[in-house]
DNA sequence: ATATTTATCGAACGTTCGTTCGAACTCCTG
DNA sequence: CAGGAGTTCGAACGAACGTTCGATAAATAT
């Protein structure tokens, strides 16, 4: 790892800090000059706008998420224990690294055009697995609900814990993922669910 | 209800599609003074800042949806039954009124001080409900879990869909209020969940 | 030690920001 | 129709914005 890409990445951690705290829009590049010890020139040695600063923490935070996730998913093949799987990574990720996670998260539609499309295909092809978990419990145990709105409760319920969260009172990931993967699985369970309509389509159009 | 009253919630109305679209801070005055057909200079004729404007639709939404919980609460008194009034009134005020509701959940921490503690009063006023209605629940069918995860979560399940709910696919807030509510009611409602700590705190620290 | 690349900076650019102010317009009342 | 209150506006304020540029300092290579 050059020298370059270690003074960016330091760059990156501090202004993390100043989107989690400020948001996106509210954060000037003099107040990340600041949290950076770098003058405000000197930042743009190390990257070409604003924009691009968002996307590099962007993309590296969902496609580290996103590898963590491919790995473990590997060792798994009961349906049940690979949405756990998926529950338990993206909870640990998160808490793990709150501050990146709720930038990813509440800075979701700033980035336009070109950089947007690419933040948004990670996220289409994340969601996308968790779709396909749902798919396979539902087969397994020939359940029947929505894996749209399924996969985004859950979804809801997971990110928005960077509004509530608080360590001490909250336990840690295993708890959480533990509390969580019990509401929604056992939620999910039965065949009584959207019964109205099983043909819902579960392609999701974000 | 006065001529002034008029304009202003005509202007209030506006600049919530503004911060729906933009976010508070990427908004400029100039934007809403474009949105709402006024002059720039005029528009402080109605409020004295563009912090205050926030505060005015947070306020406004907040008591609305609080106000009508309160009125349909009134009329059930079944523990499950009342959680899905819960339900189903955040849902059908949310959908109807997506712009504002965003704008209350995304722009969550940008007011300070004597607005901010307005705002985070009403908010906790409500959080207490539904704390208080799982732990009617629990008492009433024995259950036993985080009286404080599951809410939190519930609101997580219910908030998030700002993020994804489209009219045509996500069909009306009756159909989601039911499959949420299958989801959560069915999830919370067994003796297993967070066996582990019987005791853990159902008070709120937001 | 010198030359060359890499890294950092102060100062400034033009633009946009939230807000103010006094003048003008509109409207209702006497 | 005169007059005062209620309403709107153009123009301007100083401050802060994202970005650029040429000079300088530090690190590396010769």
Redesign the pocket.
Known sequence: M???DQ?LSEILTHATDVFDEKGYAG?????LSRAS??????????F????KLLYLIQRHTFTTILERLRTRLEDVTEPEARIRVFILNHLEYFLANQKSMKVLSHEDEVLKNGYGAEIAAIKREYVRICVELMEELKRARDLDFSSRTATLSLFGMMNWIYTWYKPRVDGNAEELAREMGDIFLRGVSSGKASKKDPEKRTDLIL
Chains 1, 2 share one sequence.
């Open positions: 050059s020298r370059f003074r954060a000037s590049m003099r107040d010890g770098m003058s405000l020139a000197g930042l743009y040695y190390y070409e706008s604003k924009e």
